[in-house]
């Protein structure tokens, strides 16, 4: 009877994945690259009117900036959701996990516009702030950076905390418990001991939320007044408006690149297979 | 050699659509919706070669949408009414590469397109489009600025200043150099994120007088002042990138002064309360929708040619303003408006008097170049 070697077997499986990768990804990539050296005529023309480009150079800085600056604010808020469920969340724990995974059931489009009602002018923030006294005229909330970055943490939050809680829930209470016993304080054994071993969780939270921000298209378009111009709506700008393929073509290209040498230049300090893969 | 960039402002377009389904809040999906919708998403050619089958039909084809049943009843069954001769709206978006593509296939299937100036004079120059038979269409019965060789008016919408009085204390601007002055008039403005109708109020801004403003910005030193203008202005800026979008701000008292579309003004101006919105046509912007008639047209020349004619009734065109705001082109129509509504026709002769009409030729000369220079201004 035919035996199918394992090699062939591991093939068969990863065929379908590989296949529908191949045909509605890498095919269609290959195309805008395609593009970006062709349209409207070849060469690299594209290329180095991006560079020139003051426009693009402040809009790739301000997609970078907003790119950490959620990065941060996730990591710090997400840390602490994850620590306080795999730590201390006993009965309440499935209720917290519920929660933490609640807004991915919620259209980022709804989100960023309930953000728009709680951050406007005439909005819940600003007018409870004006009821209380606390400030006397609208502050500016949204329609500006700090809006997007608001509404761009809460959009990215569970992708910091669930790898961030896979980790977490791997660590055994043990090695604190013998910090403890060898006469370490609370946060010293918490800052020597448990902390250094949830950075594997911290360092794949902090690429996944990082790597989505860059491309992040909704949220700024929509509480960004226009003037908080992120990459990815730069090129739909320059596809749509301009119908300058060439151009957009090329800022994806740069995008996706930029996007490739922040994941390398963070393989050179943290274990990408451990922090990405496994689950400790 | 500048080559002529398509400059049909399909945004426009579409907003009527959205606009008219405003107006239409009841109406869901009908069997022409559908349709229209099927054929927008690449059904077409089925429903083109049932077209093409039935002799002595017009297939008149816009942008979609309710715009397409408000044309549908106020146009084109009206002339069924008077020939007998079935006028079947389309409203899969005629845009220029769809145009081109159907006339050199050979398979024409449209006989009337609602189309831009900008997309007129590529499609004239390559040859697909037919000339305007001014023996049938009435010169005299639309704007004379949109009655060209190969496309005439149709219809036209404003850029104007709008402001809301009530977050200014009363004090409501009148130029645009009061929009640019930011100490007596504070608070957030908004502009559209394209340099359409934008640029000339940042030109009137300067004090340039309206009539010399296109030959200002003829100018790079031109160009380049009205996008200092915005760089200036830029943190009291909110950009709108739909009409509803521009809506919404007003509504959400988002920002108290703007230069928006005519059409989302009349709807706002429903929408605040008394004293909170203020439209003036004083510095706007005029923009025309044009007819363009594909070159072996099914129907044949004549007979579409009788349709426009048809449809720059004066009094229907006042229906067409009702029903969905833009203003007719025809202006001999503005005597004709209600009372009520006069002061918000665009095309009235006292409104006309106080706006420029958007010049599609300098768009095609220079609109990428401003709008790489508007962005810069705006973000950087």
């Known amino acids: 009877m035919f035996r199918m070697s394992d090699a062939l077997r591991y093939w068969f499986l990863v065929l379908p994945a590989l296949a529908i990768m191949i045909v509605f990804y890498i095919w269609p990539l290959l195309g805008i690259w395609q593009i970006s050296l062709t349209e409207p005529k070849p060469g690299v023309a594209n290329y180095t009117e991006m560079f020139d480009s003051t426009a693009v150079q402040t809009s790739f800085i301000l997609t970078f900036r907003i790119a950490i600056l959620t990065t941060i604010g996730c990591l710090i808020l997400g840390y602490i959701v994850a620590y306080v469920i795999s730590n201390f969340a006993r009965r309440a724990k499935p209720l917290m996990v519920a929660l933490v995974l609640l807004p991915f059931w919620v259209s980022v489009l709804i989100r960023s516009f309930s953000w728009i009602v709680l951050l406007g002018r005439s909005g819940i923030v600003n007018d409870t702030l004006m009821a209380t006294g606390i400030t006397d005229s609208p502050m500016r909330l949204m329609h500006n950076e700090f809006g997007v970055v608001i509404a761009m943490i809460h959009v990215m939050l569970p992708f910091a905390v669930l790898p961030m809680m896979a980790n977490m829930r791997g660590i055994s209470g043990a090695y604190v418990d013998a910090a403890r016993g060898l006469g370490a304080g609370e946060w010293t054994a918490f800052r020597q001991v448990y902390f250094p071993q949830t950075m594997p969780g911290v360092m794949s939270g902090a690429l996944l939320v990082f790597v989505l921000s860059l491309g992040f298209y909704i949220t700024p378009a929509l509480l960004g007044g226009g003037r908080v111009l992120m990459i990815s709506e730069y090129i739909t700008y320059q596809i749509q408006e301009f119908l300058n393929w060439g151009l957009g073509s090329a800022l994806s290209v740069a995008l996706l690149v930029a996007t490739a040498v922040v994941i390398a230049i963070a393989a050179r300090f943290v274990n990408l297979r451990s922090a990405l893969l496994e689950r400790n | ?380």
């Open chain 2, 1 to 380: 050699m500048t080559i002529f960039k398509d400059t049909t402002d399909h945004q426009a377009k579409a907003d009527l659509i959205e606009i008219a389904a405003h107006k239409y809040k009841e109406g869901t999906l009908t069997r022409r919706g559908f349709l229209s919708a099927m054929a927008a998403l690449g059904a077409l050619p089925m429903l083109g070669s049932k077209a093409m089958a039935q002799a002595k039909e017009i297939v008149v084809v816009n942008w979609g949408g309710e715009a397409s049943e408000v044309l549908q009843e106020v146009m084109a069954d009206t002339y069924t009414k008077e020939t007998g001769i079935p006028v079947v709206v389309d409203g899969s978006g005629p845009s220029g590469g769809k145009i081109r593509a159907m006339v050199e296939s050979g398979a024409v299937v449209w006989d009337l397109c609602d189309s831009g100036m900008g997309t007129a004079i590529i499609l004239q120059e390559q040859g697909v489009i037919q000339p305007i038979n001014y023996d049938i269409v009435d010169r005299s019965a639309v704007l004379e600025q949109a009655a060209y060789e190969y496309a005439v008016g149709n219809y036209v919408y404003s850029y104007v200043l709008c402001s809301n009085p009530k977050l200014l204390g009363g004090n409501a601007p009148q130029t645009w150099e009061d929009v640019w002055n930011v100490k007596d008039f504070p608070g957030m403005r908004t502009f559209r994120k394209s340099v359409r109708g934008m640029l000339e109020s940042a030109t009137m801004a300067q004090g340039v007088p309206m009539n010399e403003v296109y030959d200002v910005l003829r100018t790079e030193d031109g160009i380049n002042a009205g996008i200092d203008k915005f760089r200036q202005l830029r943190e009291n800026i909110i950009v709108w990138g739909s009409g509803s979008a521009s809506q919404n701000l007003f509504l959400q008292e988002e920002v108290a002064i703007g230069n928006i579309w005519s059409t989302r003004g009349q709807l706002l101006m429903e929408q605040m309360d008394e004293g909170a919105f203020q439209m003036s046509f004083d510095g706007g912007v005029i923009a025309p929708g044009m007819w363009v008639v594909p070159k072996d047209n099914p129907a044949g020349s004549d007979e579409v040619m009788k349709f426009i004619r048809h449809a720059q009734d004066p009094q229907l065109q006042v229906e067409w303003l009702k029903k969905i705001g833009s203003g007719p082109a025809n202006p001999a129509a503005a005597e004709l408006v209600p009372e009520e509504l006069k002061k918000w026709n665009p095309s009235s002769p006292e409104n006309l008097a106080l706006q420029i009409f958007y010049d599609d030729e300098w768009y095609g000369m220079h609109q990428v170049e401003a709008e790489e220079k508007y962005i810069d201004a705006l973000i950087n």
